[in-house]
């Protein structure tokens, strides 16, 4: 059966069929990682920009690389759909702004756990139900990060739906006036030792749960929210690809 949002089925991807998923949330950073960390990588589908790719790591492992879109609600379409077709494993790869003064711009952040804060979560789990990583997945993020001598930083993640109101952003957004609730949200959570900001872990972490597979998460850090609002454009890119190299290396090392 063709899944509707995917765009394709379980026959579409061959005999050497993919248990693991590599998720982005821009359809350029799946090509990117596809044309550029895969062989033999061919598109499976564009329906709505949420492109898909199926290749290979050099080992001769199957990788499907989907395009998740922004936020969690795509989110959770997408990865219901992917476990559909059999995936079991599945690291996103995303941005992130950091709301600790020691993690830089350029770093990378791997999630052991989410401060979920999601309204799709709640869909699949209460919300005391735990957000957290494979711990065998976040192992192997963190190990490929040290052998490839990358900044990288372990701890929890706050995830929220919004990327102004609810990343507390005042002088970049249309809407000045927060509501009391959201006040003072960033310095409270990094009292709490919260790392950054993102948008997709926690639900993605809660479905892994959940649907019973395995779900790990490392992010490109491109704000510094200590200092400003703004992403800092002119290191996005290598930020990103660091992030990249490190989940490719730890699909190398992991068991599918």
Known sequence: MTLYHLNFDRHRLGTNFPVVSLLSGEPERSQYIAHNYLQDAY????????????????NGKPVLVATSGIGSPSLSIIVNELIQL????????????SIQPYVNVG???ISQGALCRQGAALDIAPVEYPAVADPFLTVALVQSAQELQIDYHLGITASVDTFYEGQERISSSANPHLLSRL????QEYRHLNILNYEMEAGTLFKMAGVYGFSAGCVCA?????TETEDII?????SAVDKAIQVAIRALEKIEL
């Open 43 to 58: 598109l499976l589908s564009n329906y709505r920009g949420l492109s898909s790719y199926l290749g290979y790591l050099p």
């Open 86 to 97: 059999g995936i079991r494993q599945i690291i996103r790869v995303g941005t992130c702004g």
């Open 233 to 237: 454009l002119d290191q996005k890119d």
């Open 183 to 186: 006040r003072g949200i960033t």
């Open 221 to 225: 850090t491109i704000a510094q929210r």
């Open 107 to 109: 770093s990378v952040i």
